[in-house]
């Protein structure tokens, strides 16, 4: 091999290397694959882009409790300190003295009150008698239809249809409820497809005007209210207001007072008063609202603020939160108002109708 041929040689060792056609032909331009040059640092990028496989289905969303699913769980409580407790008693079978001895104790310690009591326990002695009951579930059942034949006659539904405006009175004592069941009621008439408009008469707590301001808001109605002033001139300048603009229902609210409060119930009853004044026919129904957890003390509480103003009907709240449900029973022998309206719960929807039959379904179940 002759000296140029060793240096030919040892120069082609450092060109690239080309096919024979490549001569003759320009070698094209190579497209890459984004598929198979994708970088694996940006791989998520794609990942997420992707659409989810088409037998993917979304969860079915869980539907809301009925109501008397709510009812039930706000009277667990109640349940406890009363359901459970008469299985234990039942579980002999039968109705003797022994029996009835336990059953009242455990009705009485239940806020039932003596006269209601008195009453269940008679009706249980004649059901047994004349059913021959010789088994628990029978007991309980003779029990459940003692305690419905007694609170039936407070199922007595609200008609606001009989006038327009429909003046709504409510009042109570500190802390029933008050300004919360206004809201409440006020998306419960809506939803009736009526129209509403708020009051605010308790002028001496400002917080109770800012929070009846703050439901009127939720619910998209109007609040007639005042910086501070009579209360009872408030409530005449909302009724004026309503008639002007074809309101369906007044909700007029009132500042909490106790019974004792001799003065503030006199107070109330000049509210009363002058509402005639503004509409001859109103109020067309006044609601006392009571906590259910002040048990017997409710009592007092229908007896006096009827005598003052003449309650037509009454919503029990807070039932959720107590374990003397059992008062609404002594309601019904001894100031037998109707039960208009009864809550379990804080949310917007958990002030309803009251119905005897879900009201001790929920507490025997």
Same mark, same amino acid.
């Given at each position: 091999?002759?000296?140029?041929?060793?240096?030919?040689?040892?120069?082609?060792?450092? %060109?690239?290397?080309?096919?024979? #056609?490549?001569?003759?032909?320009?070698?094209?331009?190579?497209?890459?694959?984004?598929?198979?040059?994708?970088?694996? $640092?940006?791989?998520?990028?794609?990942?997420?882009?992707?659409?989810?496989?088409?037998?993917?289905?979304?969860?079915?969303? +869980?539907? !809301?409790?009925?109501? %008397?699913?709510?009812?039930?769980?706000?009277?667990?409580?109640?349940?406890?300190?009363?359901?459970?407790?008469?299985?234990?008693?039942?579980? %002999?079978?039968?109705?003797?003295?022994?029996?009835?001895?336990?059953?009242?104790?455990?009705?009485?310690?239940?806020?039932?009150?003596?006269? #209601?009591?008195?009453?269940?326990?008679?009706?249980?002695? !004649? %059901?047994?008698?004349?059913?021959?009951?010789?088994?628990?579930?029978?007991?309980?059942?003779?029990?459940?239809?003692?305690?419905?034949?007694?609170?039936?006659?407070?199922?007595?539904?609200?008609?606001?249809?009989?006038?327009?405006?429909?003046?709504? $009175?409510?009042?109570?004592?500190?802390?029933?409820?008050? +300004?919360?069941?206004?809201?409440?009621?006020?998306?419960?008439?809506?939803?009736?497809?009526?129209?509403?408009?708020?009051?605010?008469?308790?002028?001496?707590?400002?917080?109770?005007?800012?929070?009846?301001?703050?439901?009127?808001?939720?619910?998209?109605?109007?609040?007639?209210?005042?910086?501070?002033?009579?209360?009872?001139?408030?409530? =005449?300048?909302?009724?004026?207001?309503?008639?002007?603009?074809?309101?369906?229902?007044?909700?007029?609210?009132?500042?909490?007072?106790?019974?004792?409060?001799?003065?503030?119930?006199?107070?109330?009853?000049?509210?009363?008063?002058?509402?005639? /004044?503004?509409?001859?026919?109103?109020?067309?129904?006044?609601?006392?609202?009571?906590?259910?957890? =002040?048990?017997?003390?409710?009592?007092?509480?229908? /007896?006096? =603020?009827?005598?003052?103003?003449?309650? +037509?009907?009454?919503?029990?709240? /807070?039932?959720?939160?107590?374990?003397?449900?059992?008062?609404?029973?002594?309601?019904?022998?001894?100031?037998?108002?109707?039960?208009?309206?009864?809550?379990?719960?804080?949310?917007?929807?958990?002030?309803?109708?009251?119905?005897?039959?879900?009201?001790?379904?929920?507490? =025997?179940?």
């Amino acid at each position: 091999m002759t000296e140029s041929d060793t240096r030919t040689r040892h120069l082609n060792r450092f %060109r690239p290397r080309r096919s024979p #056609a490549s001569d003759s032909a320009t070698t094209p331009a190579i497209t890459p694959d984004p598929q198979r040059h994708q970088s694996p $640092m940006f791989g998520f990028l794609k990942k997420s882009a992707e659409p989810a496989p088409d037998d993917a289905t979304p969860a079915a969303p +869980t539907p !809301a409790p009925s109501w %008397r699913e709510r009812l039930k769980a706000g009277l667990a409580r109640t349940r406890a300190q009363l359901g459970g407790k008469l299985k234990s008693i039942f579980s %002999r079978g039968k109705v003797d003295e022994e029996l009835l001895e336990e059953l009242e104790s455990l009705l009485l310690t239940s806020d039932v009150g003596l006269d #209601a009591t008195e009453y269940l326990l008679d009706e249980l002695k !004649a %059901r047994s008698r004349r059913d021959r009951i010789d088994t628990p579930e029978g007991i309980q059942e003779a029990l459940a239809g003692a305690l419905h034949d007694l609170l039936l006659p407070l199922e007595q539904p609200l008609d606001v249809s009989a006038h327009r405006p429909f003046i709504i $009175m409510i009042a109570g004592v500190n802390g029933a409820g008050k +300004t919360t069941s206004i809201g409440k009621l006020a998306k419960h008439f809506q939803a009736q497809g009526r129209s509403v408009l708020l009051a605010a008469g308790d002028t001496f707590r400002a917080a109770a005007r800012e929070q009846l301001q703050a439901w009127g808001e939720r619910n998209g109605v109007t609040v007639i209210a005042q910086e501070a002033g009579d209360p009872a001139a408030v409530i =005449f300048d909302a009724i004026s207001a309503a008639r002007a603009r074809g309101i369906d229902v007044v909700l007029a609210d009132t500042a909490g007072r106790l019974p004792t409060q001799l003065h503030l119930m006199e107070e109330i009853a000049k509210v009363r008063r002058v509402i005639q /004044k503004a509409d001859p026919s109103g109020p067309h129904e006044t609601l006392l609202v009571l906590d259910a957890n =002040f048990g017997q003390n409710a009592l007092a509480q229908v /007896k006096a =603020f009827d005598k003052a103003i003449g309650v +037509t009907g009454l919503v029990v709240t /807070k039932l959720d939160g107590t374990a003397k449900g059992g008062v609404i029973a002594a309601i019904a022998r001894q100031c037998p108002k109707p039960i208009r309206y009864v809550g379990v719960g804080e949310g917007i929807d958990d002030l309803r109708p009251f119905v005897a039959r879900d009201f001790v379904d929920a507490l =025997f179940e």
